[in-house]
């Protein structure tokens, strides 16, 4: 057995193998935990944030609005439903919901996006809440989409 596979130099010397950057993973696993925090915080607060604004303060004028309203309250909803779900263990216990939540929304988003601009084109809904939906819809496809096609092309080539 070669000693260079299973021991390593560190700091603190020869160490074996489950404690080779200890100090590092622990502050590594910290850091997430935060960033995972936050970014669930975050995604729990915009969701409600749309809900509540297009509920009580933009309201649509258009069947084309009501519809694309409708399709965003229900992936807010799915969101909601989520992001308590632990990222924790193997598999983790949102990674089934989560890719069912992704293959619904590859028709949900797309849909509530095309009834909003075509309501809006005919000029049958309001600006505000064209913006407020566009806006909640562009974030649904930087989260849903973007990011993880940039985190896999990032993985692929480290």
Known sequence: MDISSTWSFGSKGLLPPEEIGCEYRAGAHILF????????????????????VSLFLTKPDSSGGRLSRKLCIANAVGWLLIVPL?????????????????LANLVLVPAAFFALWKSHKEREERIPFVAVGLTYIALNLVVLFVVPFAWVLIEAFR
């Open 86 to 102: 632990s990222s924790k263990g193997h598999p983790p216990p949102f990674l089934i919901p989560m890719i069912l939540f992704w």
């Open 33 to 52: 935990d935060v960033s995972d925090l936050m970014t669930r915080i975050l995604i729990g607060v915009v969701a409600i944030g749309f809900i509540l």
